[in-house]
């Protein structure tokens, strides 16, 4: 694909809650991976100043008036992406990447997950990060879900609940509804596997916060856990 088909095939689609430290430095820093001219962040029930912060930066802000969830804030996202799309008049939808909120400045790095969707060698491709961060107990989650992405489909990613991906809009279509909260990754990659579609790991250089151990992480890895449990439950 040449250069100039490659300078706006893509969406940027951020979810993001409570991330004003790191918000503005996150878009920057995707708007500028070659093939992206649209950064929509989905601003999901923030009580602090993401939303304003993310639009300062030069994204595209929608806004949840609750928290909805991370599923619920993707499918928000590349449905501002299919609006701007209708507005521009394109012939073909963007690809969606999907990044999280507080990758900062290494967003930069997340251009190979690009690749191999735009040179139709895959259908989506699932970040593997090069650099490791302190998981604080977040390895039961993961391999609960890698486990439960291998029963289902004879295929175990390494890093099976990595938010950074990138698909084509016909991939993203056929998985909708995506699963709930946090287990939307999950179901997302089995789907899209069951259904034929083309998956495959791509190593970046990509980082983000350590999630800890205190009790606010806890919560969060609860959470986590109990979405990607119903997520698996309903694909037995």
């Not at 029930?45 to 993310?54: F, I, R, V």
């Not at 790095?109 to 491709?125: R, S, Y």
């Not at 390494?158 to 999950?186: H, I, M, V, Y």
Request: glycine share 10%; proline share 3%; with cysteine.
């Amino acid at each position: 694909m040449s250069a100039g088909a490659r300078s706006d095939y893509v969406a940027v689609v951020i979810p993001a809650r409570n991330e004003a430290d790191r918000i503005q430095a996150t878009v920057t820093a995707a708007a500028g991976i070659a093939g992206v001219a649209l950064v929509v962040v989905v601003d999901d029930g923030s009580s602090d100043a993401t939303a304003a912060l993310a639009h300062r930066a030069g994204a595209v802000v929608t806004r949840h008036g609750r928290n909805r969830g991370k599923g619920a804030a993707m499918e928000t996202g590349a449905e501002a992406v299919r609006v701007v799309d209708q507005r521009e008049h394109r012939d073909r939808p963007r690809h969606l990447l999907f990044l999280d909120a507080d990758l900062a400045d290494t967003a930069a790095q997340a251009g190979p997950l690009i690749d191999p969707v735009l040179a139709g060698k895959a259908d989506m491709t699932i970040a593997v990060f090069s650099a490791t961060v302190k998981l604080g107990g977040h390895g039961l989650v993961v391999g609960l879900c890698g486990a439960g992405i291998h029963r289902a489909t004879g295929w175990r990613p390494a890093q099976p609940l990595n938010g950074q991906r990138c698909l084509t809009r016909a991939a993203f279509e056929a998985a909708r509804p995506l699963a709930r909260g946090w287990g939307a990754e999950t179901g997302l990659t089995i789907d899209l596997l069951r259904k034929g579609f083309r998956v495959t790991e791509v190593e970046a250089e990509l980082a983000h916060r350590a999630t800890g151990t205190g009790l606010r992480a806890q919560l969060h890895r609860a959470h986590q856990l109990t979405d990607v449990a119903r997520a698996l439950a309903v694909r037995r």
